[in-house]
């Protein structure tokens, strides 16, 4: 089976655990049976893989995230990445030409999309495999999973079913209804479209050619910034006539706001916290090194990263975006394939980092040209290279980088460096990359 | 006049924000005119020095904050420095002999003490000199500021003035009353005792000869850990037939809690902190660069600094003491006359500093038997010794200094160094210092 998981979105609705680089799917909340933690990317990963372990999974992405997809999920994984955010419909296009051309999938192949982020259990993927058979047959069109809804929200899309049985056809959509009509297309027997779609991959090709202007991958791939923003709902679902729908009745959740996120915590919290017995309904996800202490707070989310921190009423939660969207959106934390960064004091004219480099990893060779650096190796041992000249480092050795050196460090075990950067004008974009000569 | 203000308390109700070596009252959190901000002790000091030019001041305080308070109101102020914590008896025991035998102050002379942090307005440092005037007669005996109670604390000693004139003679006390009691007394025209005492200073020195057995100053000094912990008010006070009180009706605050602190505040949040117009009552003090959003709270005090986060509802707030001694009591940040120290990372084998050095200040010359450094100048301009050689530093250069080598650094400018202490066993206590040869 092929599966494209859809990874989106900016996580601004969980501040201050995501921003640009780590959204919301890439949190690791998640208690597993052996006490470790596990992000929502982690767990559908696993569950996918649970439920079909010869599964071909491809991630659709932005290509922020692509390293910390493989330091999440390893390199047994596809990526296909947007060059920038547009809807569902110009990313399953994208897709969709990627798994034609750059993977080599037949055009009678079936394909499972999927948003990366549902809070389900492993039932909701064994499903994938009735919607796959169903996407087989000849002239299947669109198949698409019916979730059944617990309560009329107004944030969902809706699906009419023909009729109550578990496969049957969909009738029409309502796109985010009031309150009202929600109620009333329950009662008529509507369920959530939780935008699983499966289809064959020449569906998904001869839709896109009709509405997008392109000859190939490549191609659509250059003008992907062109595109217009719309969903797969809306430019295709929604006009389909031949829609098959299969149900899941079972517990779903979309965790995209804390409010919802914090209803599938296991523990009410994360992280070194404290919360006195007056605390009620209080969850807290910390991932500074220093300690959260609650008293007396009631319905209360308290997260705090070293992008910052949200106290917050769990019902205003959902209203943070503007919020968020006013701050300074540095980023202060990172993970990457390689290890990870965090920021850890900012200056006018210096930048402090801790990098932590996984074992056999190493950064890129590179250069900045309005800044000089200083690494003192903390922890691990290692090899830098500079304009050329390889050196073993550990901890106490200091390396020490005018603007213009070309560098970069090889982490033989675990490493761990305090970098300092100094310089008028500090940027992220102040990088110049390099082969390594041999 | 002469004015010993009693700086006790290891502030840890007013934790994130206090700890063993900034206790609450070096919090900077008042507003002054001008826009800055000023912490209760400089509030104090000014207004003490605005009442009375000439005012003679010491500080009765443990060495752990000697730095802080001359890093605060400058070096023009006297330190009679506690080997360790006792109550209010032997820290005016203590004083009252340094005042005499090691400033030179006649017994004849009078004192008023005066404990460092109430939160008032000119007013009642005014009244201090008609205490002193009081505690000049012959025969005086004790003058005691009695506070016109705003509500029946359970929290205060209350003591029952002979009638209802502003001076007026002492009657009886009582130590912390339940509620019923309290406003039983305030009916009968009881005042709290707010810890203001006058006398001549041959008062204090008898009472503690009664009392302690010690020769002088120094011998005092030298039994300091041995002397029983007891109140003023319980040794000397209570038990005292020649009482004579100033009543004084301004407003008066005791700022002992988060509770009380944020009602003196004058603004809801001091630092980068967001606060949606759902938040009712709600304030926010943020020593961390990174910004705090508060939504929908009501009620609710919000702290964050390098020692943790608390939030809290403001009345559970005073119910924080238990739970901060529990917490590790790794200190994270502190001020001190040279300049101030933040702890930025701590792994088992290194910790990161960020040190920021006043110009024209320096460290001590020390050493360290179990750990390497380095460090890496972020900004501005000074020297480093390091055994005996000096040399001059600025932003980029970075010194490396083995284990039992001897080194300061002395500011020229403001100067701010990053450094990385290395070794298996680092810890505040391996230090050894030196004078500087010259």
Redesign the interface.
């Known amino acids: 089976m092929n599966i494209v998981l859809l990874s989106g979105g900016s996580g601004k609705r969980l501040?201050?655990l995501s921003n640009d680089i780590r959204s919301r799917q890439f949190i690791k909340i998640f208690k597993t049976g052996d006490g470790e933690y596990e992000s929502m990317v982690q767990r559908v990963y696993r569950q996918i893989r649970s439920a079909d372990p010869d599964a071909r999974v491809t991630i659709a992405t932005s290509r922020a995230q692509v390293s910390t997809i493989h330091g999440q999920i390893g390199e047994d994984v596809g990526i296909c990445v947007e060059p920038c955010r547009k809807d569902t419909f110009p990313a399953m296009a994208l897709a969709a030409a990627y798994l034609h051309e750059a993977a080599g999938i037949s055009e009678e192949e079936t394909v499972v999309f999927c948003p990366v982020d549902p809070y389900v259990e492993k039932e909701y993927f064994e499903l994938f495999a009735e919607m796959d058979k169903l996407a087989a047959k000849e002239d299947a069109g669109l198949v698409l999973m019916g979730i059944a809804p617990s309560y009329p929200s107004e944030k969902y899309g809706y699906i009419l079913p023909a009729d109550r049985e578990k496969m049957t056809r969909g009738v029409a959509f309502w796109e985010k209804p009031d309150v009202e009509t929600a109620k009333d297309l329950i009662g008529r027997g509507a369920l959530w479209n939780g935008g699983v779609f499966a289809f064959q991959l020449k569906y998904m090709l001869k839709k896109a050619h009709e509405l997008l202007d392109f000859e190939d991958y490549e191609d659509l791939y250059g003008k992907y910034e062109t595109l217009q923003a719309i969903s797969f709902d809306r430019a295709v679902a929604e006009k389909e006539e031949n829609i098959q729908i299969v149900r899941f009745d079972g517990p779903w959740k979309d965790l995209g706001t804390w409010n919802t996120l914090t209803e599938a915590m296991e523990e009410n919290s994360v992280g070194d916290a404290?919360l006195?017995p007056?605390c009620e309904n209080v969850h807290v996800v910390?991932e500074?090194?220093?300690?959260?202490?609650?008293?007396?707070?009631k319905n209360?989310v308290?997260s705090?990263s070293?992008?910052?921190?949200?106290?917050?009423?769990k019902?205003?939660?959902s209203?943070?975006k503007p919020?968020?969207d006013?701050?300074?959106q540095r980023i202060?934390f990172a993970e990457k394939s390689w290890g990870s960064f965090r920021v850890?004091?900012?200056?006018?004219?210096?930048m402090?980092i801790?990098v932590t480099l996984n074992p056999g990893c190493s950064m890129n060779y590179h250069s900045h040209e309005r800044r000089?650096e200083?690494w003192?190796v903390?922890?691990g041992e290692g090899r830098t290279i500079v304009d050329g000249m390889e050196q073993p480092v550990q901890?106490?050795d200091?390396v020490?980088m005018q603007a213009g050196c070309r560098h970069t460090i090889i982490a033989d075990t675990e490493l761990?460096v305090?970098e300092?950067q100094?310089g008028k004008e500090i940027s992220v974009h102040d990088k110049r990359k390099y082969e390594l000569e041999n």
Chains 1, 2 share one sequence.
Request: net charge negative; charged share 20%; proline share 5%.
């Open positions: 501040w201050p404290t006195n007056a910390n500074l090194d220093v300690p959260v202490l609650c008293m007396g707070l209360v308290v705090a070293p992008e910052g921190i949200l106290v917050s009423d019902e205003q939660s209203y943070i919020y968020v006013q701050m300074d202060m850890l004091d900012v200056e006018d004219e210096s402090t801790k000089d200083v003192t903390i922890s901890a106490g200091v020490t761990k305090m300092v100094l």
